[in-house]
Each structure stands twice: as structure tokens, then as C-alpha cells.
């Protein structure tokens, strides 16, 4: 008898599309679901950032909601902000959500090509964001509307700009998926879906924190 | 049983000359009792075991260890009792603590504002009406910032670190700040309030004692910056007499803002 | 029915004999993989920025044990001014602080302001938590669920890096112009907002360390779901994961407001912002032009919404070092596990709801009081019952005074002490008097420092064979233990007396102006020279720590006996290659000692597969006992 015809008790990991040998630590569920969680490592792990940007948002609505309900005199949204800029922006950011799904669907179907078009236009959508962003911050700017203003504009400024990061750094993963991170779609396909999952996961949430900040900010 | 835990504390604690405050005091006295019984409790039992299951004397362990429920009355009880001090007396006194009693009509209202690093002692005057106060006239001569056009302002008086208080008559402190957080703590009164910028916080409490020739000093309890350890001020309880007497003395401070 | 002498592995049965020789085989191979594979690995990507779980444990448990002096030293400075108010500092040290700091030997308040504000800040954000949870929860929680890693490693080679650069960003306060942060740990605005620049590197140390330990808490949330090995249900993780993870939850959730929090800070200070300043402020006689309409409490609104589960975050990892090592050494199971795991998660949903017990006299009404002064009585009763299941675990045990059980069993009373005294703190009524006294220094004081940081000893003496395949002296460590015990308490005992008297804390002259101060002042020579105590008690612990590193008595992989996964693994587990050569199955609970009719050892491990009675069980030294079968991938 000898070891190497015993069978494996655990297996490393379900669900490792090839063998690795020993030169990588293999840490398990990292590209299947672990059957009594559902999830894969990276999928679970989105979901708790998420919770933690939810408290983080959480923080700052509520203090937007304090120091209005406090203040003597609060600007309207619509008397100060340009609605049908944050309107187009709006549109824009639920379009690219759409996109995002479909150029993971594209790639879970096997077609590189699509997903990456798809993820492509996701970036642009991004990008549109925040050149309308910046067309916004300006006028504020030339009218001389600073965070320093008055507690609305520091408001105003701080959770959008916060928001406005946010959009940032999901272009900057998207920018990598197309470009450099694209190689690890002939090693590993799942891997490279997961990732655009995953990525898509977090730019839905930040779709819908413009949701809550758009009607917050400019409507009321 | 004595009530050593009382007499304990009540030599830890300041002298308590206020209305309020044998209250609170009996509360702590409570609260430390029950401390004290769960410590021992707990705490002779953990000894005990810590002799008799040593490795040495009990060389085996027993798996399922105990199979008493007394942990859990032990606990049941421990929240009973918190329950019975915190809905008993904690909660009511605090509503007492917060809301002006209906005894106060004849209240000595005084506006105190800290300032880094100095309290600001306001009193209304005969018209028992505060002067209008305002950043813009804030001066060296004039730390309050009073309206000098005000005139509920013209018989006000204000001192710096001295608050003089009358013997049982109930005091209304109206609390504030005018640069960062203070702390207005009044040991011997068993009262502690911050001093918040942009809020008036109301503070009740009646003085049971006189000062006499004693010191007894306003502390700041809040972190203000570098003389936070100095932001000391007086106050003295005195007779209405003597109290009347002071009141005589001061001129009113719109007079020397001007200067 | 089982074949006759044979025990099962995995999910066949064979002879004892030949598991026995496949284990060995199987070691052999992943041993001598490892060697050879450690070559492979550049001294850079092994030591420095390593992904490895437990070099970056080793990694965290260096740094944050470093800050720990660093943080007790700059408490000693304080000690001095306080126990002499106005007295110069001998030569050499005034020498080293310098005569911005300390003109002719005198400290300045700004300076024991910031003495202060940096010994907060350190202890609780750069010592305490990356030591229970960077190291502690690092090097063991893989092993313990008998995983190869964390289930992110570049992620967690992010945090160390994110953390050190914060700790040492915060340090650097001390070299610019107007010192550290100098507005207490808790920063309250205003005061914050006017303060040196130092409290703007403050915050961006902040931001560095949350983002730190935002990453951390994933990776062991996801660590503990998902890389379980199998077998290791919920109700079979040792306490201490339980603890880590509820401690990562709370991490996770908590920390966030206080980076939103700190961004208002930040653009308060930076960019004219007025979130938490209101109109009219008047700064020395100045009006201060700003919008205004801000709200000094919205600051300590979010920051208590950290920070009271902050504290939680500090002793729960401590609780969990404490039941392994007590329940290793009373060779006994924990008495009421379920209600242990029932208690900690019940308290970690309710320190999210008590926060505003810090801010009881900042003019709160009484309906809210209530609320707050309820939550807090309750959230004391899990406490009562994780301390109550710990003594009673004594119960029936045969206790061996091991040095890590002298720390484990010294943290009950003292917990005990720190944790009674939260609850005049607690009932709102009797806070008036004793808010922000040495009474609140003291409280907190019993369960930090006689209760966490001897859990992190307790931790550190019990893990030390695991790490370094060594131990730590027994006699000097037992040196260690007295005389810390005894210091400690002489130290923090007496703050109670000075709090009930009506001290104030973050006085830089301890209270010597205040005339209610004087019949207790001159505790402070006393608790100081304690204090100066401590640091010389620290000596055999340092010494011992790294002399045992190099030249302490070697020991077998399972040195204690222990039943828990990481003690199945090798000693000193290879770096940068897994910790097991097979992922190991579980079949019971953690603390398996003394079974009844089990014959021979008086534990099971977690990982042996059945008990079978006079069935060879194959003793520690060899790891990985029980899954005694390696597949050798081809
Ligand atoms: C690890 C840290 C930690 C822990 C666990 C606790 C636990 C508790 N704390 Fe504490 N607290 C702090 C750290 C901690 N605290 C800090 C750092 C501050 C100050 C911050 C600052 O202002 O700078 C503070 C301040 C603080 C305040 C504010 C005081 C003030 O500023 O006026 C309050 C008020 O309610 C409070 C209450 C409590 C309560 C009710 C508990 C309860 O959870 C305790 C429950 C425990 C028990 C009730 C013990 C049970 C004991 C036994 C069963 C007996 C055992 C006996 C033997 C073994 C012999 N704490
Ligand atoms: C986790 C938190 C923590 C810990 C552990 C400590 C530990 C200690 N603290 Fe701290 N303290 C705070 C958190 C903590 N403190 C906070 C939050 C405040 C409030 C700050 C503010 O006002 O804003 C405070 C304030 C505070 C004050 C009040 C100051 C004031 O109000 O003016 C005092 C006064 O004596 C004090 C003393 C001490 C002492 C003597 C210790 C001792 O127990 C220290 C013991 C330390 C050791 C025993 C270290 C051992 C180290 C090693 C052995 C290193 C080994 C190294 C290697 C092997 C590499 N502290
Ligand atoms: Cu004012 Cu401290
Ligand atoms: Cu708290």
C-alpha cells in the first residue's frame, strides 16, 4: 500500500479547474460555490464589503439627514443643483448596471469578445459619469460654491465626491479586466468571470447609492 | 449587616451638599454592593476551586464538570437586580435630574459660559432678564459678547470664575460654550454637565450647605486643550444675606465694557 | 461494524500500522516539498511582503508588540508628571524629549496632551487590536480550522502593509511642527478642529488603519465561512474562532461610520467645512470664520458608534485565548460551550445599540437615557454569563498551573473587576459624579490591561511551541506573571479611590490644583512608581521571549496536549507552503479531555478519527495525526 493509491479524503478544492501540484498554496472554493454556504470565496467576500460601504454611506446619510433636520434654513436641492445633468447621469449609471450583467452573461457563455465589448461600454458609461460630474463641480466652482459654503454644499460635495471615487475605482478594475487582467481568461476562464462578477456586484452598489443620493441631493 | 460599603464610599466620595445628590449617592452605594457581592461570591468559589481541583490533589479531570443550575439563578438575579436599580432609581432620577422641578419658581437662574480656559458666570440682574449676547461684540472687556444696546443688558453682571450661589434656593444654570467642549463639574453638588458650543443645556440643583470659609472649586471635566488642567473656578454657597451682600458689590457689566 | 483493530481514515478502514506509515510517508514527501520548494522563494516575497498566514501573524505580533512598549512608554512619561507635577525629568530623558517638548526638563500640557491622545490611540488602534486579531487571529485561525491559509493572502499581506505605514504615519506627528495629536483618542470636535496639525495626520492615520482592518475582517469572515475543514461544523470551531469572527463583525460594521466620520473631520479641517462646528464660535477672543450650523455631538455619535464595539473587539479575542488555554488546562471541555457561543454573538449584535452611554451628560433627555441606560444593562448580562461558563469550567478540572494559565486565570477577576465597574458607569444617574474621573481610567484600565493584554501573554506563552517549536521558560515567565499581577493592580486599584474623590482625567498635574483632589493626590507617587514597576517586570518576559526563540528547551509538535487542529499540524509549520500536508477531517468537538472510557491520553484531538478503544492513536510529535492519508498529485 502505498500513498499514492490511497484516495484524497478532503479534496483540496472541489472545484480547481486543474491540479497545480504544491508550487501554489491552494486555497480552497475559490472559483466553485462551498455547497453549504453557496458562495465562493471571492462572492462572499464582496458581499461583506458591501455591508461595510453600507454603514459607511449609512454614516454620512444620516448625518445629512441630522444637520438638515437641525438647521434653520436648508437650501432645496432643485434650486441649487443642475437636475437634468444628475438626471443623464443617472440613466447613464443604471445603463452601465445593465451592461455589466450582460458582459458577465457573455463571458459565461464563453464569448471573450462580447464580454469584453460589454464591459467596454460599462467603462465608457463610468466615464460619462464623471465628465458630467466635473461639468457640474465647475459651475459650482465658477459660482463660487464650495464645500465651505454652507453645510449643504459641504454635504453636497462630500458625498457626491465620495460617490465620485467610488465610480473611480470601479473604471480602474473595469480598465484592468479589458486590458491586462484579460490574460487570465486562457488560464482560467472561471476565475477571469468571477472577477467581472464580482465587480459587477460592487458596481451595482454603487449604481444604487447614486439612487439614494440623487433624489436626497437634488430632489428634496 | 453594616452598610460598610457606604461608609466606604461615602469617605471616597466629596461631601455631598446638594438636594439632588444623596440620590445619586444611594444609588452608587447600591450598585457597589451588588459589585461587591458577585465579586466575593464569585470569587471565594473561585479560590475554592483553584485549591481543591489542582493537577496534584485531582489528578483526573471530571468531563462534565458541574451539572448546578446555580450559575443561572446567580445570573437571573444579577439582571433582576440591575433591573430593579436602573427602572427604580437610575431612570427616575435622571428625569429628575433633566427636567426643572415645579419648586423653582423662584429659581436663581445664571447663564454660564465656558471659554478656554474660564468659566463665564452671567447673572441677569434685578429685571431678572438676560442681556441680548452677541460674537460680534466679544472683547477682552466684554467675554460674553452682551448687547451693550440691549436694555435688558444695563443691570446684568457677570464675573470670571466666581459663582456665588444662595443657601436652598434652587439654582438654573444655563449652560453653554463659546469655543470647544467643557465640562462644568461641581463635586461637592454631585453635578457634571458638558458644556457644549451651539447648545444651552439647563442644569437644576439646590445647595444644602454653605461654603463658609472653605474653597470649593469649579473643574472642568472635558478635555479643552492645554489648561484644561486650570480651567478652575470657585463657587460659594452663602446665606441670603450674605448673598444680597455680594450681589450690592458688583457693578453691572456693561459699565466697564466701554473702557 | 468496524473491522477488527483498525481504525478508519478518511473514509476507509485500514490497519493502525499502515496509516501510521502512510502519515510518515505523506510528512516525508510534504516536508521534503518543502524544503525544496522554500528556495524558490526570494528572501523579499518570504519575509517582507509575505502572503503566508503565519509569517504575517509573526509579522503583526513584532509590529504590535512594539507599539505596546511604545505605548506604555509614553504612559511612563505622563507618570512622571503626574506623580510630580512641575518636576523636571532627569537629565538624560529631558535630554531625548527635547526643550520643545520639555523646556528645562518640564514637560509642557500640550505635550502631555498629546502624550495622551498618542497612548489612546496607540494602545487601542496600533497594539491591542492588531495583536489579538492581526496575530493571534492570523497565525491560529487558519490552523484551528485546518485550513492552508486565509482564503485571501495577498489581501492579507495588504492589511499588515496598510497598518504599518498607519502606525508609522501617526508616529511622525511627533516630528512636526506643534507635536501629535493632542485632543484625547476620542478627538472631539471642536477642540479637534483647531488643534496642530498633528490631528490631521491623526486622521489620516485613521483612514490607513481602517481600511486595514476593513480588509482583515473580510478575510477571516470568509476565512472561517468557507475554509472550515470538513467535519468542523458551527458548534465544533473552537471559542476562540468564535471569537474572531464575531470580533470581525464587528470590525467590519463598525468601523465605517468612523472613516465617514473622520473624512468630515478631515474636510473639516482642511477644506472650511462646518459639519461639526456650529455658527458662533469664539476662538481666544476671535470669532472664527466659518458657515456654521454644524453639531459637535454628530462627531461623537459616529465615533461611540465605533468605539464602544471597539472595545468589544478588545476583549472578545482575549476571552477566546483565555477559554483555549483554560480549557487546556483543566483537562477538561469548557462548561456550557453553547451558551459561550450564544453570549458572545448576543453581544456583538447589542454593543451596536449602547454607544451613547459615553455621552450621557452631553444634555440628554430622559427617554433616551433610558434607552441607552437599558441596553447597557443588558449588554452587561452575556458577560456575566461568558465570565460565569469560564469559573465554572474549574469545576471538577485537574489544573495545571501552566504560565499561560497562571495569565488566563488572573484575567477572570480582573475582567471581573473592570466589567463590575462598568455598571455604575452604566446607570446614567450615578455617572453624573464619576464620568470622565479616574473611576472611568480605572474601569476601562481592568479590562485592557490586567484583562487583555494577559490574555495576549496567556496567548503568547500557550502559542509560543506552536510558532517556534520551543518554550518559553516556565520559572521566569511565572516572574513575569507576579509581578505584573501585583503591579497592575497597584496601579489601577488606587484610580478608583481618585475617581470616586472627583478627579478629572487628562489632568496634566493629576488633579494637585483642585482642592476635592487633595485628600487623594498623593496616590500618584504611588501608582507611578507602580507603574515604573511594570516596566522592569516586562524585562524576563522580553528577555525570555527572544532567548527562547533561539535557544528555548525544544518541544514535541503537540506540547500541551491540546485536542484543537493547529496542534495536529507541525511545529513551526513550514512558511509559504500550507500548513498541512492533507487537510485534516474532523470528528467532535474542540475540547474533547478526559472522555469518559477512553483509555490511555486523556484528550482526543479533533481530527482522530474514532475512538476506538486500545486502538494506537498516533501520539503528538508526528503531526497530522489521524488523516493519515496523502494524496500525491501527479
Ligand atoms: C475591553 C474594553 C471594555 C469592556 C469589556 C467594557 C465593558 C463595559 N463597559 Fe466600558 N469602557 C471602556 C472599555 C470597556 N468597557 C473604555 C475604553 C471606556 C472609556 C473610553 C473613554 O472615554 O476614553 C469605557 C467607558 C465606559 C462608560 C462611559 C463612562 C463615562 O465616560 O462616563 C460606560 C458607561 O456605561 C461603560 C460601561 C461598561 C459596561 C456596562 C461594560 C460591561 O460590558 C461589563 C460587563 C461585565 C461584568 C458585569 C463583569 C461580570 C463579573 C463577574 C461575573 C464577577 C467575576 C468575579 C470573579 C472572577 C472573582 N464603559
Ligand atoms: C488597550 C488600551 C490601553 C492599554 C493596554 C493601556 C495601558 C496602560 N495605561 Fe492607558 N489609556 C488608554 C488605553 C490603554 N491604556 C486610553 C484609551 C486612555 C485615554 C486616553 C485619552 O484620554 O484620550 C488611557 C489613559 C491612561 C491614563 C490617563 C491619562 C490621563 O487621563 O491624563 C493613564 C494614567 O495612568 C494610563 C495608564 C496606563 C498604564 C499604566 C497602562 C499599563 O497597563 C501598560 C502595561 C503595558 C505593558 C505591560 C506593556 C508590555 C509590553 C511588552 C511586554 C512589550 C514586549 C515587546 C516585545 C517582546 C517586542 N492610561
Ligand atoms: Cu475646559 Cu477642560
Ligand atoms: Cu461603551
Known amino acids: ?220 | 449587616m453594616r452598610d460598610f460599603v457606604g461608609d466606604f464610599l461615602r469617605e471616597a466620595m466629596p461631601p455631598d451638599y446638594s438636594l439632588h445628590g444623596p440620590e445619586l449617592d444611594r444609588l452608587s452605594i447600591y450598585v457597589h454592593w451588588l459589585m461587591l457581592i458577585l465579586f466575593v461570591g464569585w470569587g471565594i468559589l473561585f479560590v475554592y476551586m483553584l485549591v481543591r481541583f489542582r493537577a496534584s490533589k485531582h489528578p483526573k479531570a471530571v468531563y462534565h464538570g458541574t451539572k448546578s443550575h446555580i450559575s443561572k439563578y446567580a445570573e437571573i438575579g444579577v439582571f433582576v437586580i440591575e433591573c430593579l436599580l436602573l427602572f427604580g432609581i437610575s431612570i427616575p432620577a435622571w428625569s429628575r435630574w433633566t427636567t426643572r422641578p415645579d419648586n423653582d419658581k423662584n429659581a436663581l437662574e445664571i447663564r454660564v459660559v465656558g471659554e478656554q480656559f474660564a468659566w463665564n458666570i452671567h447673572y441677569p440682574g434685578a429685571d431678572h432678564i438676560f442681556g441680548k449676547t452677541n460674537v460680534k461684540y466679544v472683547t477682552s472687556n466684554n467675554p460674553l459678547g452682551l448687547d451693550p444696546t440691549d436694555p435688558n443688558a444695563k443691570d446684568d453682571i457677570a464675573t470670571i470664575n466666581q459663582l456665588h450661589l444662595e443657601l436652598n434656593r434652587a439654582v438654573l444654570i444655563r449652560l453653554t460654550s463659546k469655543d470647544v467642549i467643557h465640562d462644568f463639574f461641581l463635586p461637592y453638588m454631585r453635578v457634571k454637565q458638558d458644556a457644549i458650543p451651539g447648545m444651552e443645556i439647563p442644569v437644576h440643583f439646590t445647595p444644602t450647605h454653605t461654603s463658609g470659609t472653605e474653597t470649593w472649586d469649579i473643574a472642568c471635566a472635558q478635555l479643552c486643550g492645554l489648561g484644561h488642567f486650570r480651567m478652575r473656578g470657585q463657587y460659594h454657597v452663602e446665606t441670603k444675606q450674605e448673598f444680597d451682600k455680594w450681589m450690592a458689590t458688583q457693578t453691572p457689566a456693561v459699565a466697564s465694557i466701554s473702557e | 461494524m468496524p473491522p477488527k483493530r483498525q481504525i478508519r481514515v478518511g473514509n476507509q478502514w485500514m490497519y493502525a500500522r499502515d496509516a501510521r506509515r502512510a502519515l510518515e510517508e505523506a510528512i516525508r514527501v510534504s516536508e521534503s516539498e518543502a524544503k525544496a520548494h522554500e528556495h524558490h522563494v526570494p528572501f523579499i516575497r518570504k519575509y517582507v511582503f509575505s502572503t503566508d498566514h503565519k509569517w504575517i501573524g509573526i509579522q503583526y505580533a513584532i509590529t504590535a508588540l512594539t507599539f505596546l512598549l511604545l505605548g506604555f512608554s509614553l504612559m511612563l512619561l505622563m507618570r512622571w508628571q503626574l506623580a510630580f507635577p512641575g518636576k523636571p525629568f532627569p537629565a538624560l530623558i529631558a535630554k531625548f524629549l527635547g526643550s520643545s517638548n520639555a523646556p528645562g526638563g518640564v514637560m509642557l500640557p500640550e505635550f502631555y496632551n498629546q502624550l495622551g491622545a498618542m497612548h489612546g490611540t496607540i494602545m487601542v488602534f496600533l497594539a491591542i487590536v492588531p495583536l489579538a486579531v492581526g496575530a493571534f487571529g492570523n497565525y491560529v485561525v487558519p490552523l484551528q480550522i485546518g485550513a492552508p491559509d486565509m482564503a485571501f493572502p495577498k489581501l492579507n499581506m495588504m492589511s499588515y502593509w496598510l497598518y504599518l505605514p498607519g502606525g508609522l504615519l501617526m508616529m511622525s506627528g511627533f516630528f512636526i511642527p506643534g507635536g501629535a495629536a493632542n485632543s484625547g483618542w476620542t478627538s472631539y470636535p471642536p477642540l479637534s478642529i483647531i488643534a496642530t496639525n498633528g490631528q490631521t495626520i491623526w486622521i489620516l492615520g485613521m483612514v490607513l488603519l481602517i481600511t486595514s482592518s476593513l480588509l482583515g475582517s473580510i478575510n477571516f469572515i470568509v476565512t472561517i465561512f468557507q475554509l472550515r475543514a470538513k467535519g468542523l461544523t458551527f458548534m465544533r470551531l473552537p471559542f476562540f474562532v468564535w471569537a474572531q469572527l464575531i470580533t470581525s463583525f464587528l470590525l467590519l460594521l463598525a468601523f465605517p461610520p468612523l472613516e465617514a466620520a473622520a473624512i468630515l473631520q478631515l474636510m473639516d479641517r482642511v477644506a472650511g467645512t462646518s459639519f461639526f462646528l456650529p455658527s458662533g464660535l469664539v476662538i481666544s477672543g476671535t470669532p472664527l470664520h466659518n458657515a456654521g450650523g454644524g453639531n459637535p455631538l454628530l462627531w461623537q455619535h459616529l465615533f461611540w458608534f465605533l468605539a464602544h464595539p471597539e472595545v468589544y473587539v478588545l476583549i472578545l479575542p482575549g476571552m477566546g485565548i483565555i477559554s483555549e488555554v483554560i480549557a487546556n488546562n483543566t483537562r477538561k471541555p469548557l462548561w456550557g460551550y453553547k451558551s459561550l457561543v450564544g453570549a458572545g454573538v448576543f453581544l456583538g449584535f447589542m454593543s451596536f445599540v449602547v454607544w451613547a452611554h459615553h455621552m450621557f451628560l452631553t444634555g440628554m433627555g430622559t427617554a433616551i437615557s433610558a434607552f441607552f441606560q437599558t441596553t447597557t444593562m443588558i449588554i452587561s448580562i452575556p458577560s456575566v454569563i461568558i465570565l460565569t461558563a469560564l469559573i465554572i469550567s474549574l469545576w471538577g478540572a485537574s489544573i495545571r498551573f501552566t504560565v499561560p494559565m497562571l495569565f488566563a486565570l488572573a484575567f477572570l477577576p480582573m475582567f471581573g473587576i473592570g466589567g463590575l465597574t462598568g455598571l455604575p458607569l452604566g446607570l446614567a444617574a450615578s455617572d453624573i459624579h464619576l464620568h470622565d474621573t479616574y473611576y472611568v481610567i480605572g474601569h476601562f484600565h481592568y479590562v485592557v490591561a490586567p484583562g487583555t493584554i494577559f490574555a495576549m501573554f496567556a496567548g503568547i506563552y500557550y502559542w509560543f511551541p506552536k510558532a517556534t517549536g520551543r518554550q518559553m521558560n516556565e520559572f521566569w515567565g511565572k516572574v513575569h506573571f507576579w509581578l505584573s499581577l501585583v503591579c497592575i493592580n497597584c496601579i489601577f486599584m488606587p484610580m478608583f479611590y481618585q475617581g470616586l474623590a472627583g478627579v478629572s482625567r487628562r489632568l496634566y498635574d493629576g488633579g494637585a490644583q483642585y482642592m476635592h483632589a487633595k485628600p487623594v493626590i498623593h496616590t500618584n507617587v504611588f501608582i507611578s512608581s507602580a507603574a515604573w514597576l511594570l516596566l522592569v517586570a516586562q524585562f524576563p518576559f522580553i528577555i525570555n521571549f527572544f532567548y527562547s526563540i533561539f535557544k528555548g528547551r525544544r518541544v514535541e509538535a503537540n506540547h500541551w496536549h491540546a485536542t484543537t487542529l493547529e496542534w495536529s499540524a507541525a511545529s513551526a509549520p513550514p512558511l509559504a507552503h500550507g500548513n498541512f500536508a492533507v487537510l485534516p477531517v474532523v470528528y467532535r468537538g474542540p475540547y474533547e479531555y478526559s472522555v469518559p472510557d477512553h483509555e490511555g491520553d486523556d484528550y482526543l484531538p479533533q481530527n482522530v478519527p474514532e475512538d476506538q478503544p486500545g486502538a494506537p492513536v498516533p501520539a503528538g510529535g508526528g503531526a497530522l495525526h489521524g488523516t493519515a492519508v496523502a494524496q500525491k498529485e501527479s
Not at chain 1, 458582459?103 to 461600454?121: E, Q, V
Not at chain 1, 459619469?129 to 459654503?149: G, N, Q
Not at chain 1, 480602474?172 to 486562457?186: M, N, Q, S, T
Open chain 1, 1 to 220: 500500500m502505498t500513498t499514492t493509491t490511497l484516495t484524497h479524503p478532503v479534496p483540496v478544492d472541489d472545484g480547481h479547474g486543474h491540479g497545480g501540484g504544491h508550487h501554489e498554496i491552494e486555497i480552497p472554493y475559490t472559483l466553485h460555490p462551498r455547497p453549504d454556504t453557496g458562495m465562493y470565496n471571492g462572492k462572499l467576500g464582496i458581499w461583506l464589503f458591501l455591508a461595510s460601504e453600507v454603514m459607511l454611506f449609512g454614516a454620512l446619510f444620516s448625518t445629512l439627514i441630522l444637520l438638515r433636520t437641525s438647521a434653520p434654513s436648508w437650501p432645496h436641492g432643485w434650486q441649487e443643483l443642475n437636475i437634468p445633468l444628475a438626471t443623464l447621469n443617472t440613466f447613464i449609471l443604471i445603463g452601465s448596471s445593465v451592461t455589466v450583467v450582460l458582459a458577465w452573461a457573455n463571458l459565461r457563455l464563453g464569448d471573450l469578445r462580447k464580454g469584453k465589448i460589454f464591459l467596454s461600454i460599462t467603462l465608457l458609461c463610468g466615464l460619462g459619469f464623471m465628465v458630467i460630474k466635473s461639468i457640474e463641480y465647475a459651475t459650482k466652482f465658477r459660482h463660487h460654491h464650495f464645500p465651505s459654503t454652507n453645510n449643504f454644499f459641504a454635504t453636497y460635495f462630500v458625498m457626491t465626491g465620495l460617490h465620485g471615487l467610488h465610480v473611480l475605482g470601479g473604471m480602474i478594475v473595469f480598465g484592468y479586466l479589458i486590458g491586462p487582467g484579460a490574460k487570465l481568461w486562457e488560464t482560467n476562464r472561471d476565475q477571469y468571470t468571477n472577477r467581472v462578477e464580482v465587480t459587477g456586484l460592487y458596481w451595482h452598489f454603487v449604481d444604487l447609492v447614486w439612487i439614494f443620493l440623487f433624489p436626497i441631493l437634488y430632489l428634496l
